[in-house]
Nanobody, 121 residues
Framework: VQLQASGGGLVQAGGSLRLSCAAS????????MGWFRQAPGKEREFVGA????????YYADSVKGRFTISRDNAKNTVYLQMNSLKPEDTAVYYC???????????????WGQGTLVTVSS
């Protein structure tokens, strides 16, 4: 599975952005997909994940209620809708894939390149 993230940019606090992650590979629909982020000077952290059939979504407490992850298996794409953005959401965002949610959150098998999100105050 190869992953290509896009949709980052500069937005004011309180604004919204939608990130996309396009996947190639015939097994995309069987993988759990997720997003991580890494802010300057900080470690990479989990943001959210969705299981293979969109039957379950999981979020970090810091983004719960503001971010929504979804997927379209027909388009091999996973999305991260980010609302009510805060300056502390500024980071490089990475999409990732794993055979299960547990593997995804502890050690994804595949990573996409990052896309930068900058939230100005």
């Amino acid at each position: 599975v190869q992953l290509q993230a896009s949709g980052g940019g500069l937005v004011q606090a309180g604004g919204s952005l939608r990130l996309s992650c396009a996947a190639s590979g015939r097994t995309f629909s069987s993988y759990a997909m997720g997003w991580f982020r890494q802010a300057p000077g900080k470690e990479r952290e989990f943001v959210g994940a969705i299981n293979w059939n969109s039957g379950g979504t999981y979020y970090a407490d810091s983004v719960k209620g503001r971010f929504t992850i979804s997927r379209d298996n027909a388009k091999n794409t996973v999305y991260l809708q980010m609302n009510s953005l805060k300056p502390e959401d500024t980071a490089v965002y990475y999409c990732a894939a794993g055979p299960t949610i547990l593997v995804l959150t502890t050690g994804p098998h595949y990573w996409g390149q990052g896309t930068l999100v900058t939230v100005s105050s």
